[in-house]
């Protein structure tokens, strides 16, 4: 038999990527990336029309563009032939919502709803449904739903119904055009199937579904607002699928549009952070994956299900099958180092790097490295981009503190990663308190690759060994996973994410143990740190809401 | 009669310059700057010899260049002949201390003594006896010091008794070689006149000294440190000589080094913020003056002498004669932002600024401008450099909260632009709650002068119109209407210090008035801020005082 080979399919914020791997070894024989060319619009639709504060969206044809480009770029660049291509799967950033029709067009492809921002997709970080978000948490809580305590006692505003329930009050046209909000993960799979799915990741960490007990109540989402009473029959979906299934097979007409060939196994759709764990080879619960891009997402599986307060969620097989999977994060860590380098490094640090021909970042990090720990002074806070774990807030903001006028970018920049390993400290030991284990960590995606200096402090701070894997592409290479176990052992592939993960996976030799001079700095700073994540989140968490409110009030 | 000038020696942190004014009119006719060649060595000594963290030394050469340089060049520059200088004022940073012989040597230009960092002088900005001032405020505090009052409940760190006692301790062989430790400003005048005075106002606002209860009792200073008993004595002078004197005339010496005619008057040496109160024109008492330059002072005249906590002092005849002058301070005002000039600033807003021909402050200011109060959504406290007033603590630090992944660079400026401003504020109602009536307010300092901006965003958060006067050289021009009282009536010059400053002061036509919008906002803001303060600077003080001991610790 020849080797078989599947694609992953990954989608990013800013761009999506294909990349081709060999189903026996994992390896990776090709690549391609497509920058979206609407990229994240954040200020104007493509006609101009500006967008208020907190606004973020997308725009579908760039993933069909992906689907069009990155798919024959791989089969172009390796020379495998689509005959040996065996499955493909997708991750998606999430929660993406697309508003479409019932047959998957989404309505900002037609004419009379492409001038209105609410027909385009809404990208995860779309925040400005934070009050319709402050309000179903409200009522939730007045009402005694018990699923609250599944998602840390308070959901999202990136999550769908706030999304969804924005679009209905301030657009009820769109609203009722829509006769379906899906995440883009599964229009995706849709594109490429011609078959309607929903994955049980989205479903239960972005959706408030749940094995067992299915959405909330009509009575819930009528208590919200009357008219949306019947949003779940409505415009989602009740028929949630696991993952690690099949969703269907490619089309006559995606196998036009890829270079596919028409009955190729295409997995259920998965979250481009939940997809990971089979890329870093994790084979079971109280194994921490955390994965380090411009936001970090922490995974850990458990064989119980336990209420973990200030997570995103627990979900009965949303991240592999037969676990229950719990998710955390952080929403904003490489966004706030290249925040750092874009706004506050001196020109000669520019200078210097480019005369060293290394990036800024790099310039940086030789300076930071340098730096004892606590040799900066500094203590931040991480949440730049709001706290979505352990406090759950989009509206807290970043804080730093002990600058003296010797204070150098490189102490702030030092002081920025370090922010950013007590925010994942903290998640550790919230977990850790509330009966779910974390016993081993693991660190994938951009960052955890790139740079050895932050993988370091992540293992002083949280004193336990940091093992990198997943390689240069992990969410693509464990779509490419799972797309072999969507194909199954009966076409080359395999039944068993776990056994599949073993064979394709990636884990690194190097491992970053933690120095124990540095881990008991550390100890003191993250001291600290409590200290202001009590006050700045919890105590006087009005400041930075007053704050806020006074800069929108302002920017008007 | 010929027209009359005199000279205004003004002694700066990085540099010196002089000023020629016409008696009558205050017409600059000339000025001319020396930069110091060592400038502030807060790292090394000449020799290579690496100071310790929180140093900051100078060479007292740098001076008599001052003297040897400026002078000739603004008679040269004017054409004014030395017949017609009636007089010669100096001002001079404070507290700046100089140990030397008997006879005015510096420790440091001796050959024996020149490698020690000891020998050299400590700059006001040398917070490396903070330690000492702890210490000396603890025991003082012990033992029911009745003085402590007059200067807000502390004395600083920057003062010379901290100073002197940071040389015992750590010099004890230097401390016994010098027969005198000195201000600067005093030091220069005996340079010039061979007269060994002592101003008033540094005796009073920086030694302790009180007209009629003299300094503290040798028992106090005993129990620092029985070494300490005679310091007053032994290395100081109890003859102070209240400001709007004649210290004595240029010396045959002195008329080789600068080209002024021997026999010119030479009047007593004040500060340089002190200073500056008849160059505006303030002419009596509820008039506050903030000195705005790389840190900023705060004066302000009463009939009576009260005790307002956290102030630096208050001093009969310190600042003119006949009333109680009162100082508070910041310490880190123009250095902040020029800190984050040269720290924080993206390459791009360089570029655009070097494209424009303007500085990159102009191109901030501008940026900054364009934004409404409160549309950064920041706060910060204006601690990178401590808190002189009203907290008196050098190891408070910056802090801002706030912070996105929108932030610009001109959110940033503009927050440390208003962080000054609320402590401003802080100063004023400080001042008020505690018998101290503040009515009017006058800038002046290099920022009044170049930045309305700054003016604005301090009349819209203190809620008064600011006036700015003293013109480009407000020091040194002060200096000059000293020099003419000095002089006195008989030579051509005036015999009361008001009378001169109504002549030759200058205040600008342009006031900024408080814009109703804004300051309504700056209330809410400056709540904030005042909650931070309580905060940071009280309550959980000991958050930033933990994190430079470990910085400190891990400088090592």
Redesign the interface.
Known sequence: MSKKYTIGLDFGTLSGRAVLVDVQTGEELATATHNYSHGVMDKKLPNGKKLPLDWALQHPQDYIDVLSTAIPSVLKQSGVSPNDIIGVGVDFTACTVVPVKSDGTPLCFIDQYKEEPHSYVKLWKHHAAQDKANKLNEIAEQMGEEWLGRYGGKISSEWIFPKIWQVLDEAPHIYDEADYFIEASDWTVWQLTDVHTRNVCTAGFKAIWHKQEGYPDKSFFKSLDPRLENVVDGKLSIDITPIGQRAGEITEKAAKLTGLNAGTAVAIAHADAHVCFPAVKIDGPGKMLDIIGTSSCHLILSEEEQRVPGICGVVEDGIVPGYFGYEAGQN?VG??F??FV??????EY?EKAKSEGISIHEYLTQKAENL????????ALDW??GNRSTLVDVDL?????????Q???ED?YRALIESTAYGTRKIIETFRKNGVPVNEFFASGGIAQKNPLVMQIYADVIKMPVKVGGGSQGPALASAIFGAVAAGSERGGYDDVFVAGQAMGKLEDKVYYPNITNAN?YD??YR?YT??YH??GIE?KQ??K???N??I???K
């Open positions: 904003c966004d706030t290249a925040w874009d706004n506050c490094v001196p020109v520019h004892k720990a606590g040799e900066n002074g500094l203590v730049w981009n903001t970043g804080m730093i503190v002990g600058l003296t006028i204070t150098k970018a702030i700095v003191q700073l600290e200290t202001l006050h700045f006087y400041i930075m007053r704050l806020k006074i800069k009030e302002q920017s």
